[in-house]
């Protein structure tokens, strides 16, 4: 397993920006597929965005599509998710999760229970 730090949340007016950033350290972060998850208020947690091991491949919910930008810099062990236009609706508690996942695929990398390490969180609060 490898230990993540999420950082970067905070409150934003709608149609704002924020960049959240995932620090990881342990064993090696370059073997793990990362992703981004949210849990809003009083909802179960859902996934948001993913990357492969080298950065090469994403996925994104339909949701986010277009305004949200995952990416990694595995020199830095640090997973971002460049987050823009946001809207009230992505208010939630946004985790970072490590996956060892063997074959990077939309299915494997949006479920919960492929991730084995994750976050403490931080959270998002946008502004009407």
């Known amino acids: 397993q490898v230990q993540l730090v999420e950082s970067g949340g905070g409150v934003v007016q709608a149609g704002g920006s924020l960049r959240l950033s995932c620090a990881a350290s342990?064993?090696?972060?370059?073997?793990?597929?990362m992703g981004w998850f949210r849990q809003p208020p009083g909802k179960e947690r859902e996934f948001v965005a993913a990357i492969s091991w080298s950065g090469s491949s994403t996925y994104y919910t339909d949701s986010v599509k277009g305004r949200f930008t995952i990416s990694r810099d595995n020199a830095k062990n640090t997973v971002y998710l460049q987050m823009n236009t946001l809207k009230p609706e992505d208010t939630a508690v946004y985790y970072c999760?490590?996956?060892?996942?063997?074959?990077?695929?939309?299915?494997?990398?949006?479920?919960?229970?492929?991730?084995?390490?994750w976050g403490q969180g931080t959270q998002v609060t946008v502004s009407s």
């Open positions: 342990g064993r090696t972060f370059s073997s793990y597929a």
């Open positions: 999760g490590a996956a060892p996942l063997r074959s990077f695929t939309s299915a494997a990398a949006s479920l919960p229970i492929n991730y084995d390490s």
